[in-house]
């Protein structure tokens, strides 16, 4: 359970290595470091070109790249852990009680604006390449909705209109940073209180027969089939509507325990029960709503992600002797969330699950944890992240040591199954608790990384980059039709086979529009990605 839940112009050097890296345009260029900066998009004549400035000298002549090179490395390439060519690394961005942002309501659009943008700097220097934004923490909308009324972390007012739709700004904003944005939902929590300040609008107050108050709080009740066509139709609204990479679930399904209340749902399991037990049937109802919004979103839009952040822990070898060598609270047992059937059904295209636990913990053992999950998802083709409690540094226990964080990065590269991690929650990009983000720049996120592919998802790769060019000190190429952004490769010499294996030569990933300045000659590799960063064959050149 997540803490905070209850519920240019010219820019400052990066070092990557050999290469010195400034970055400028209007499009952010990212994933370079974390000095780098934002600036002007170059209003020269030729604005259809990314431009990639050179140590050529100034004036100096032209050279036209003539070959492509294939950017697919041999099976036996060695590649170094230490700097993966795919990877995620994402951070959660919660609006539930403007826990991240806004950091509290009623500000201006243009303060709510300056302080997203904050965030997304910040996830940008860093070198990650996601961001998962809560939409709709209770039944509620941080975007215009005719489904359910506007947030009341907005304005501080439930139903108040903001004056403008956030949500085209926020996708906008992240993917000028190279970030992938995932509208992330909450699907059962109805309000925080039981009902007196929701808008007569409100579906629980236009439907109090899905509702189920429960320890302060109403929830949608799960056991409903209109319950389930509702969220259905509210996360299908936002995938369409909006140009969002994925979609979102956190860990809340049916109630945590809490003070032991029993959760009054007898009406709808004795209408609906259908001879299962009581848990199994509130299984059932969870399986049969991811399974329902998988299919609605990839039938909406085929290219967009599905994945859940469930809790650490599926179930305990007690009570299953497959389950993890751990003794804390089961998912699956008391909030009826069993992530391996969606993991073996395909229900999802990711999970992330929250080990939110240190190394040696005796209950939930994160050293246990992560190879459990990583086991778990062998064979299934759906992609495993670690969710990681960057917000416990500097707490207690072992959190207090600044090195426990990173080293759940070391373990994690021993299991090719974990493919990255995600960080709960964006406010401690700010604050750096410990200096723990600086060691993972250091020790490992000391280049870009393209997204990793799910090959279910289909996509394309671009066109190789075409009239790629040297000259006045500058790279340029067209644009290639369906790219979203192009990585680029520098190397010494000749690139081998394996030149483009993993990221030891990568050294920048950057939108159309811009710039980057490096004073290191070599071979200059450019690929073109498309929006699931499905990459194209390299045109090369060299400076």
């Known amino acids: 359970m997540r803490t905070g839940h209850q519920e240019t112009s010219v820019m400052r050097k990066a070092l990557l290595a050999s290469a010195v890296v400034a970055v400028a345009a209007t499009a952010t260029a990212y994933a ?111 975007y215009k909705s005719s489904l359910e009324p506007w947030s009341r972390f907005l304005t501080g007012t439930p139903g108040k209109d903001p004056g403008w739709d956030p949500l085209p700004f926020l996708v906008s904003e992240a993917h000028k940073r190279g970030l992938e944005f995932h509208a992330w939902f909450n699907p059962y929590r109805a309000a925080d209180d039981k009902g007196g300040r929701l808008p007569a609008a409100h579906p ?79 299984r059932d109802n969870v399986n049969k709503l991811v399974a329902e919004v998988d299919d609605a979103v990839h039938k909406a839009r085929p290219e967009v992600k599905f994945g859940i952040s469930p809790f650490g822990i599926w179930r305990n070898k007690a009570q299953d002797a497959s389950g993890s060598r751990t003794s804390g609270m089961s998912a699956y047992d008391q909030i009826f969330a069993d992530s391996r059937h969606w993991i073996k059904n395909g229900t999802v295209d990711y999970v992330i699950p929250q080990l939110y636990w240190p190394r040696g913990q005796a209950n939930a053992d994160y050293s246990v944890l992560a190879p459990w999950w990583a086991e778990e998802v062998k064979g299934s ?121 993993d990221a030891t030569n990568l050294v920048g990933i950057v939108s159309d529009g811009t710039a980057i300045a490096t004073k290191t000659p070599g071979t200059y590799l450019v690929t073109a990605l498309d929006r699931l960063h499905n990459e194209s064959e390299a045109a090369q050149i060299k400076v």
Request: hydrophobic share 35%; net charge positive; aromatic share 10%.
């Open 204 to 282: 629980a107050r236009k439907h109090p027969d899905w509702v189920v108050k429960h320890e302060g709080r109403l929830y949608y009740n799960p056991g409903l089939p209109q319950v389930r066509d509702h969220v259905v139709k509210v996360v299908t609204d936002v995938a369409t509507r909006y140009d969002v990479d994925g979609v979102h679930f956190d860990d809340y399904f049916y109630p945590y325990p809490g003070q032991g209340t029993r959760f009054a749902d007898e009406a709808a399991f004795r209408k609906y029960g259908g001879g299962k037990s009581l848990a199994a049937w509130r």
């Open 381 to 501: 083709g759906v992609h495993l992240y670690i969710g990681q409690a960057l917000y416990q540094v500097g707490t207690t226990g072992a959190w207090r040591k600044p090195g426990e964080l990173p080293a759940h990065l070391t373990l994690n590269r021993e299991h090719k199954k974990i493919r990255g991690d995600v960080y709960f929650s964006a406010k401690s990009l700010l604050t750096n608790p410990l200096g723990v983000l600086d060691r993972l720049d250091s020790q490992h996120y000391t280049r870009p990384a393209l997204l990793p592919l799910i090959k279910d998802l289909g996509g394309e790769a671009p066109a190789a980059p075409a009239d790629l060019r040297a000259s006045g000190g500058e790279l340029s190429w067209k644009p290639s039709q369906g790219a979203r952004a192009y990585a680029v490769y520098r190397v010494d010499g000749e690139p081998g086979r394996c030149a483009t294996a």
């Open 32 to 142: 370079f470091g974390p000095d780098a900066k934002a600036g002007q998009r170059d209003k020269g004549a030729d604005k259809a070109r990314t431009a990639v400035k050179s140590g050529a000298e100034p004036g100096g002549k032209g050279e036209t790249a003539r070959e492509a090179y294939a950017v697919t490395a041999a099976p036996d390439c060695k590649v170094d852990k230490a700097r993966p060519k795919r990877q995620l690394r994402g951070v959660w961005i919660a609006t539930v009680n403007n826990l991240d942002w806004p950091s509290k309501t009623g500000l201006s659009q243009q303060r709510q604006q300056a302080e997203y943008t904050r965030l997304l700097d910040n996830a940008a220097k860093r070198r990650f390449n996601a961001v998962f934004v809560q939409v709709r923490p209770a039944s509620d909308a941080i």
